[in-house]
């Protein structure tokens, strides 16, 4: 079935490092939302990418769409401590109607 | 004050019983979702709702049921015939956007019930 995958799973970095996750899609997405959960919280939409090759910018985070568009990225500048959570992409379903989740990259940062 | 409500946020039930999860939500979405979060699983799609009085089942619906008499509600039910039920679940909403496709939308989660079966 469809599938999104994420890598890293885990990721640790010290205060001021920058911090990529990578999300691969098994097909072709209609776009891709990524998410934040805070440790013990719900996810939060960050923001969606819809264009082939798209590049969208939030202050230090900076969100790529594939040119093939079955690939996605973020990439966060100069990491803080308020940065730590998981990150997870989610893909549209083949119908259309639902979200596929990817498994997260978990980010934590030391001071 | 609009969003995304669940109760409780911590549930106890022994096993052999059914349970039942509530969500409401006063932003007057279409759409429902339930997933269930496990340790190292990302988000997995239970069952979901575009329109009151209809719903689909997601990836793992086998052991859990749901209604949507509402649009303000989605109560999900955790049957005895789930294997393994204790985790955390999340309820989601969101709204029909212009493209008609609902997963064009963002998704607003409540704060989500752990679930522990004794």
């Known amino acids: 079935g469809q599938q999104v995958m994420q890598i890293p799973q885990y990721q640790h970095v010290q205060e001021g490092e920058d911090f990529t996750t990578y999300c691969n899609s098994s097909?072709?997405?209609?776009?891709i939302q990524w998410y934040k959960q805070r440790p013990g919280g719900h996810p939060v939409f960050l923001i969606q990418?819809?264009?082939?090759?798209e590049v969208k910018k939030q202050k230090r985070l900076t969100f790529q769409f594939g040119e093939a568009k079955k690939n996605s990225s973020l990439h966060i500048t100069a990491t803080q401590t308020t940065d730590v959570g998981t990150y997870f992409c989610?893909?549209?379903?083949?119908?259309?109607?639902?979200?596929?989740f990817g498994k997260g990259t978990t980010l934590s940062v030391s001071s | 004050d609009g969003g995304i409500t669940q109760s409780p946020k911590y549930l106890f039930r022994k096993e052999g019983q059914n349970v039942t999860l509530s969500c409401e939500q006063n932003l007057n979405h279409d759409a429902m979702y339930w997933y269930r979060q496990d340790p190292g699983q990302g988000l997995r799609l239970i069952y979901y709702s575009q329109i009151v009085n209809d719903f689909q089942k997601g990836d793992i619906a086998e052991g859990y049921s749901v209604s949507r008499e509402k649009k303000e509600s989605f109560p999900l039910t955790v049957t005895s015939a789930q294997k393994n039920p204790t985790a955390f679940y999340l309820c989601?909403?969101?709204?029909?956007?212009?493209?008609?496709?609902?997963?064009?939308?963002?998704?607003?989660f409540g704060p989500g019930t752990r679930l522990t079966v004794l």
């Open positions: 989610a893909g549209t379903n083949q119908a259309g109607t639902a979200l596929i």
């Open positions: 097909t072709t997405l209609s776009n």
């Open positions: 990418l819809v264009k082939s090759g």
């Open positions: 989601a909403s969101s709204p029909t956007g212009t493209s008609g496709l609902l997963s064009y939308n963002e998704q607003f």
